[in-house]
């Protein structure tokens, strides 16, 4: 089981960039596709951005593409979310999560989930 941590939250005005780390434990990381998902004030969970275990071939939220990027790099057991033009309607707590297929995180599953990094983009 991969365990998860989050970090590069902060306070943005809007127009801003952030990128977001989650660094995995573990030995199997590199075997994961891992997702970051995010959770508005209110509103459910929502997937925003997934990378197969190999880092060629990524899924985004229609919604996010273009302005937002992921990436991972697997000899240091991290994946990242760079965030471009970022807009008040981005605030949320974001997660990164882990699991077998791009496909699982696509639907909404995933497993490991980390405690979140708050983005808080002011206008």
């Known amino acids: 089981q991969v365990q998860l941590v989050e970090s590069g939250g902060g306070l943005v005005q809007a127009g801003g960039s952030l990128r977001l780390s989650c660094a995995a434990s573990?030995?199997?990381?590199?075997?994961?596709?891992m997702g970051w998902f995010r959770q508005a004030p209110g509103k459910e969970r929502e997937f925003v951005a997934a990378?197969?275990?190999?880092?060629?071939?990524?899924s985004y939220a229609d919604s996010l593409k273009g302005r937002f990027t992921i990436s991972r790099d697997n000899a240091k057991n991290t994946v990242y979310l760079q965030m471009n033009s970022l807009k008040p309607e981005d605030t949320a707590v974001y997660y990164c999560?882990?699991?077998?297929?791009?496909?699982?995180?696509?639907?909404?599953?995933?497993?490991?989930w980390g405690q979140g990094t708050r983005v808080t983009v002011s206008s």
């Open positions: 573990g030995r199997t990381f590199s075997t994961y596709a």
């Open positions: 990378i197969n275990w190999s880092g060629d071939s990524t």
């Open positions: 999560s882990a699991a077998m297929n791009l496909r699982t995180l696509v639907a909404g599953n995933g497993g490991g």
